[in-house]
Structure formats: C-alpha cells, structure tokens
C-alpha cells in the first residue's frame, strides 16, 4: 500500500498533469468519443471461418495454439460470441468445454477469458475472490471500485446467471464492517456518474471529511465511506483540491492516517481510480510483476478486461511511470503462448 499512496501523492501534486477521461464538452460535441483499446473489430469478419480454423487447430496433433491465439486475441468480444454460436451450430459441441480440454495453464487460462462476456468474466473473477482459500479482497476493490453503473449491474447479473446467487448476499457472507458496507454500495450500481461539478458541494464534503478524519479524535469512517462510494468521479476530483485548503497533508495521506485494512485499500482505490484509472490499472499491473513470482490472475484480469476499454492508456501510463514498456516485463514474466497470446492483446 505505501506504493500505491506515493504515486497518487505524486500525480495529484503535478502541476502538468489532469485527471484522465474527463474532455471538455465542446470536444465530447465537436468530436467522436476516441476508442483506446488495443483489441478493434476485424474488418473482415467471418465467424463461420473462424470456427472452422478453431476447430482444424483444436483437432490438429499437438493443437495449433498460433491460430488460437491469432483468432482469439485480434477480434473482439462480441465478435468472439458470435465465433462461439457458429462453432456449436457447425460442430454440436460447445467451444468452451472443447478448448478446455486441449489447452493447459495460464494460456488455458486467458484463452477462457476471452470467451466470456465482460459481465461473465467479472462475475467469475469475483466469484472466485470470494470462494477461494480467503477472500481475496483486492480483485473485489478492483472490479466494484472501477467499473460504472452499468457493468456492475450486468456483472450482478451475470452472477445471478451463472451460481444462483445474489452477488450481495455472497459480499454480505464474506466480509465485515466498514469494509462490507462500502462494498455493498458499490454494488448498488448507482453511483452518480454526473460530469457536472457542484463546487459548492465538493468544498461542503471536504470540509466534511478533514471534520470527520483529521480534525476529530477517532475517525468516522461511515463520513468517508458515503462520499466515495457514492460521488462521481469528477465530483470527486474536485474533492481533492478542496481537501488541501483544509489540509496541509493531502486527502491521500489523509486517509492513510485515518483508515486501514481492507476499508482503506478499498477507498483508496476509489481515490485513484476517480484521479486516473488508467495509472491505477499500470500500477496494479507493475505490482503484479514485482518481486518473486507473478501475480498472473492480476495480469490476465486487468489485459483481457481492459483490451477493449483503455489498454492503449494503461500502456501509456505504464512507460510513463515505470520508464520502460508493459510488454517488456511480460517479456520477462511470461513464457510461450501465454507470453504470446498477452502480446497480441497489448497491441504487439
């Protein structure tokens, strides 16, 4: 964690730099919205053919993962859907179970992913969070605390789909306290998600916030937990700036001192992904190949999701972070297809 406050101590602090995805409106009219994802369209589309090359590679001595990567990676997911519905109608057989059963590893692993719709593939990351060995709270934090409204509520149902539960009632069984409930808002799926600033409001809920942390012996954590989980990203920004003409800390450091544990990475990743989700996903990424051994659930999770989101940013901040290029450190953490497969997606 000291890591993760550091960088967004520094970005917040420079005096080059603005909060990402946040255009003028004259440019959102003037212009069409820009797509930073590395994974397009093929132009020259044929599920039909696709699934008959899936299924000649599947089928071959020893499976031609080249081809499976080539296909795979290079069309997107709506274009893998329909890749699916045509190798059932072409085969009978489901292409899923197929691919499971000649593929092996963290190639295996990405491979399945890419299958799945983003809401599904949410839905599994964070079923599997809850159902493993300890709940693993940061694939949570990443998932609720950077998706909107929209992709949370499909998410929801996708869970619903998939393991006959609730997603809620799953949360509200394997967490506690003030984390549990800043979780359980996320999972509203109605944050506001206005680009409208009220400058009034924000110097109200940051004045708010340096009473209900900094200024008062023992913190209310409920104070912190409403605003963040509950403003939008822009609002939030603007927080930020008016926490520091209350502060001479800083709201980051500010709920360093006064949060932790679990509540404290959560909201802290609300933090950050409010000032520049796509430095927040870089530094996960970096930490996920930092040190002994790679975290690859983080890898493949945060490329696959992101391909057709804002890779081309994630890259970006990534260089501009860490002074060398995402790819060059899978290069050193990833081996074969599964090395293959990751730099394809990246936009090799």
């Known amino acids: 964690m000291p890591f993760f406050k550091d960088l967004f101590k520094r970005l917040i602090h420079d005096d080059d730099y603005e909060p990402e995805d946040k255009p003028d409106k004259g440019f959102l009219k003037r212009s069409a919205k820009p797509y930073y994802g590395t994974v397009r369209p093929d132009p020259d589309f044929s599920a039909s053919r696709d699934a008959v090359a899936l299924q000649k590679a599947i089928e071959t001595k020893g499976v031609d993962e080249n081809t499976i990567t080539e296909i795979l990676a290079r069309r997107t997911n709506a274009q893998r859907q329909e890749i699916k519905a045509a190798f059932q109608q072409n085969t009978g057989k489901d292409l899923v179970k197929a691919l499971d059963l000649v593929v092996k590893s963290q190639y295996q692993d990405v491979v399945l992913a890419l299958l799945m719709t983003p809401a599904e593939y949410d839905a599994h990351e964070i079923r599997k969070a809850l159902k493993g060995l300890g709940t693993k709270e940061h694939v949570l934090n990443e998932i609720l605390g950077t998706r909107s409204n929209q992709e949370i509520n499909s998410l929801k149902t996708a869970f619903k789909d998939a393991y006959g539960e609730e997603l809620e009632h799953d949360i509200d069984g394997d967490t506690r306290g003030h984390y549990q409930t800043a979780l359980l808002n996320l999972c509203k799926g109605n944050r506001s998600e206005d680009d409208d600033i009220d400058d009034g409001l924000a110097k109200s809920e940051a004045k708010s916030l340096f009473e209900a942390g900094e200024k008062k012996l023992g913190t209310v954590s409920s104070v912190f937990i409403h605003i963040l989980t509950s403003r939008s990203e822009a609002q939030l920004c603007k927080i930020f700036k008016q926490y520091e003409k209350f502060s001479t800390k800083g709201f980051a450091e500010a709920v360093e001192n006064e949060l932790s544990g679990d509540t404290e ?84």
């Open 265 to 348: 990475d959560c909201l802290m990743t609300l933090v950050k992904a409010a000032w520049n989700k796509p430095a927040y996903f870089a530094e996960r990424l970096h930490l996920a190949m930092k040190g002994r051994g790679a975290d690859h659930n983080t890898l493949i999770r945060i490329i696959v999701s992101r391909s057709e989101v804002d890779l081309k940013k994630i890259l970006h901040e990534y260089k501009r972070l860490y002074g060398i290029m995402l790819q060059q450190d899978i290069l050193e953490e990833t081996r074969g297809d599964y090395e293959r497969i990751l730099l394809v997606l990246c936009g090799d």
